[in-house]
């Protein structure tokens, strides 16, 4: 996990003096997919290069795992973006002489690793995100969307803390792309497939309507899919007709639909889980949190 705490950075030309951070804090949980979105010039970039370790903050603190950075020699450093951080350039930063393969072993060759391991695993890495067949092409026999898939591979050529590629959990919007336009593969390339229709998805509905279509298509398990189907096979009931205790019961459904519906004491150990982070979110009060909780002990399903 990083912790980012009140983080400043300016850049001085001589009397100009350019505030390119002021006080951001700010959480990165593992496994988590976040974009950082702002017009040019707002400190994006900046904001990267602090996080990557490509930067140094004037002040405040970056703090790795539980442990601060303030006092981070230019080693620990070093250490950190070769064996934490991966980069994907905006002008991916390949070197042109050298194949796909080669591009994408170099940073495990940093990191001291033998020669069968890396071809290993850099190999297995652009099979993930469908470039097993270039393997020893050049960055200039690659189409521009395959540069960014050998860039991602690089980056993402694995978790070092675990040697395995990561796999992280979904938006409620990642869910509906992945639903509605792709399989349920894990392959890597379509996790940013995957990603990038999020964001589209993003730039042309409404949070509401996002909402709408997810609760219209996600699938509750037993064969129901959407909340209309849902609500009528679980409890014989039109969406609106629907108590909060059956609704909330049902909000737990897509986590694992097979499984909830199968075995309706797991779904209801799922609705505590929804009950108690809607209190969180200071959806609900905790007292009418426990009066739903209550209800749900009188539920048919």
Request: hydrophobic share 40%; glycine share 8%; charged share 20%.
């Amino acid at each position: 996990m990083l912790k980012l705490k009140q983080i400043n950075k300016e850049y001085k030309t001589g009397e100009l003096v350019q505030h390119a951070l002021n006080d951001v804090s700010l959480n990165l949980r593992d496994n988590e997919f976040v974009a950082i979105l702002g017009p040019s010039g707002s400190g994006k970039t900046t904001l990267l290069n602090v996080i990557g370790g490509l930067d140094r903050y004037d002040s405040g603190d970056l703090i790795i795992n539980g442990i601060s950075t303030k006092k981070y020699t230019d080693r620990d450093w070093d250490s950190y973006r070769n064996h934490t951080i991966g980069f994907v350039f905006q002008s991916y930063n390949l070197i042109p002489h050298q194949t796909v393969l080669s591009n994408v072993e170099l940073a495990l060759t940093i990191s001291g690793i033998s020669g069968a391991e890396r071809r290993s695993r850099a190999t297995k890495a652009l099979e993930q995100v469908g470039l097993g067949d270039q393997l020893h092409k050049h960055p200039s026999e690659m189409s521009g969307g395959q540069l960014q898939r050998l860039a991602i591979a690089r980056a993402l050529l694995a978790d070092l803390r675990t040697h395995s590629l990561a796999e992280g959990g979904s938006t409620l919007t990642q869910q509906l792309a992945k639903n509605e336009l792709f399989t349920q593969d894990k392959h890597l390339a379509r996790k940013a497939a995957e990603m990038l229709a999020a964001f589209d998805l993003e730039k042309t509905y409404s949070k509401q309507q996002i909402f709408e279509m997810y609760a219209n298509t996600i699938y509750f398990g037993s064969g129901y899919y959407g909340i209309a189907e849902a609500a009528e096979g679980y409890f014989g009931k039109e969406p609106a007709q629907l108590t909060d205790a059956e609704a909330i019961y049902l909000a737990g459904m897509p986590n694992a639909p097979s499984t909830y519906a199968s075995s309706p004491e797991l779904a209801f150990k799922r609705m505590q889980v929804v009950l108690k982070r809607m209190v969180k979110c200071r959806v609900l009060t905790q007292q009418q949190a426990d009066a739903i909780a209550a209800d749900a002990e009188n539920l048919t399903v």
